[in-house]
């Protein structure tokens, strides 16, 4: 998604952009190749709720001396070897925008294990000022303080942190329900060779923020935006995630991206679409989607 480059672009930085591999997941080999001095650190993400190889991106990271900083923007809940995501990385950013698997409508949270690196996020993200309202304004605070940074207002409201809070507790359990539901779509598709599931990586869980599956080539009589018309006439919502950042015009504007320069995302793109998954669906809702999809392969084998 387009939010990771862009930050790059803000900081006045230009982002290198490497190709993924069959996982879905950053490729290290690709980040390896286009590693150079002018390297200001690694920024993976952790695609569809599921961890990337940190192991190999830590490595290189600690050899090249540049920080790791993870896009977790779907991974809530997602773990790697045993440690939860958001304790590797120098610094991890988490989304909470309304279709996460936990959310406050807006807004996220960044993580680090850099007690000095915390503090100036704290301070930048509210004008710079050292002592935010509550410090200043409750009976044991002080109306003093300074702004020693010029700083942003990024803070997240107090509204949003409430329901955050609950969604917290609750997301051991939308992470249950999410797998509960792929494994129920996994099972009923596993015996299609015309279509590829989510990859089960080793030493991870999965959240299952997407479902996305892959029509395999040449077992269907439809492409992939057939296959999501087709499920669309059948009231079943399907989307593409994501528009690759090569396809886009600012990035073949500021880095060069072209298709050919990332066959695997590419060809991942062009045959890849996610089903409908989150909590609140009934066991109907889940047979509905299965039923559809059953359907479609049945009709379109070649």
Request: aromatic share 8%.
């Amino acid at each position: 998604f387009c939010a990771t480059a862009n930050v790059v672009l803000h900081l006045g930085g230009t982002p290198v952009i490497v190709d993924v591999d069959e996982t879905m997941q950053i490729s290290p080999l690709e980040v390896q190749r286009h590693i150079t001095p002018r390297t200001k650190a690694i920024v993976p993400v952790h695609y569809a709720g599921q961890a990337c190889d940190l192991t190999e991106l830590l490595a290189l990271a600690q050899q090249c001396n540049v920080p790791l900083i993870e896009d977790a923007a779907h991974a809530a809940g997602s773990e790697y070897r045993g440690a939860k995501i958001g304790t590797h990385g120098r610094a991890v950013a988490f989304s909470f925008y309304a279709t996460k698997n936990l959310t406050t409508g807006e807004g996220g949270m960044i993580t680090t294990n850099d007690d000095v690196m915390a503090a100036r996020m704290r301070l930048l993200s509210l004008h710079g000022m050292s002592r935010d309202a509550w410090n200043r304004y409750t009976q044991t605070g002080s109306w003093y303080y300074e702004v020693t940074e010029a700083g942003y207002k990024n803070n997240m409201t107090d509204i949003q942190a409430s329901l955050g809070i609950h969604q917290l507790r609750r997301l051991d359990g939308f992470v249950i329900d999410r797998q509960r539901m792929a494994a129920e779509y996994s099972e009923a598709f596993s015996e299609y060779a015309e279509i590829l599931l989510p990859p089960r990586l080793p030493n991870r869980n999965h959240v299952y923020h997407l479902y996305p599956i892959r029509i395999v080539p040449g077992r269907l009589r439809i492409d992939r935006d057939e296959f999501m018309r087709q499920l669309q006439e059948r009231r079943i919502g399907v989307s593409v995630h994501f528009i690759p950042l090569h396809r886009h015009p600012l990035f073949e504007r500021v880095c060069g991206c072209t298709p050919e320069r990332y066959p695997v995302g590419e060809a991942l793109y062009q045959s890849m679409f996610s089903l409908p998954l989150y909590p609140k669906m009934s066991s109907t809702d889940v047979a509905d989607v299965i039923d559809a999809v059953v359907d479609v392969l049945e009709r379109n084998k070649a």
